[in-house]
């Protein structure tokens, strides 16, 4: 499976947008890319997921650049509440290894007031 | 809508001790199940998946089982726990190994 690289923290002000980086250059032609968030203590929480085309739900906006090597997780009005551990994955599709989720280190980002 | 249960949300074992740890999700059939194990400050391990009655598939050699006796119930298992089972354990559920996961709320287990 497609091996991601986030940096370690970030750090962003209330009310701006948070701008979440992954590299995931070894990324195949059929592998999506998936976010999950983690608040310290609970249990990761799906943000969005995408293949090729940026995608936009109530979380969050996903930018995927057209050679799918890299993909940008964009919070678009970061509160207090979204400081948490962002896990970017990009697994392989289930007809190949099974399709289970592999979370690395993710990035851990702060907002502050 | 579908909901994950997962208990005890903390648990302090000594070592040597059992450990069986329940997971049950409502509202939705044949799930695709998982357990994870979380150390302290760092990533998520997939430790087993189901992807139906009495199928388990283990990713990681270890000091711990997993049994899935109904189509929506995963129990995690160790007749004698080691210090090194400590963690926070997660399962979570999709609808199939391509699907989104969804988390339950963790049990922390401390093995002293």
């Known amino acids: 499976d497609a091996k991601t690289t986030q940096p370690p923290s970030m750090d962003c002000a209330e009310g701006r947008a948070a701008n979440l980086p992954c590299n995931h250059s070894?990324?195949?032609?059929?592998?999506?890319v998936y976010w999950y968030r983690q608040i310290h203590s609970q249990g990761p929480q799906y943000i969005i997921h995408?293949?090729?085309n940026n995608e936009t739900n109530e979380m969050a906006s996903l930018i995927i650049t057209e050679d799918r090597k890299s993909s940008t997780l964009i919070l678009p009005h970061a509160t207090l509440r979204d400081t948490a551990v962002y896990y970017c994955?990009?697994?392989?599709?289930?007809?190949?290894?099974?399709?289970?989720?592999?979370f690395g280190q993710g990035t851990e980002l702060s907002v502050k007031p | 809508s579908q909901t994950i249960h997962q208990w005890p949300a903390t648990l302090v074992q000594p070592v040597g001790s059992p450990l069986s740890l329940e997971c049950t999700v409502e509202?939705?059939?044949?799930?695709?199940l998982y357990w994870y194990r979380q150390a302290a400050g760092r990533g998520l391990q997939l430790l087993f998946y189901?992807?139906?009655?009495?199928?388990i598939s283990s990713e990681v050699p270890q000091n711990l089982s997993a049994s899935r006796p109904q189509d929506r119930q995963f129990i995690l298992s160790s007749k004698k726990l080691l210090l090194s089972d400590s963690g926070f354990y997660l399962c979570?559920?999709?609808?199939?190994?391509?699907?989104?996961?969804?988390f339950g709320s963790g049990t922390q287990l401390s093995v002293l």
């Open positions: 979570a559920w999709s609808r199939g190994l391509d699907e989104k996961l969804f």
């Open positions: 070894t990324i195949s032609g059929n592998e999506y």
């Open positions: 995408g293949l090729k």
């Open positions: 994955i990009a697994p392989p599709p289930h007809y190949n290894q099974g399709g289970k989720l592999i």
């Open positions: 509202g939705t059939s044949n799930p695709n």
């Open positions: 189901s992807v139906g009655i009495g199928q």
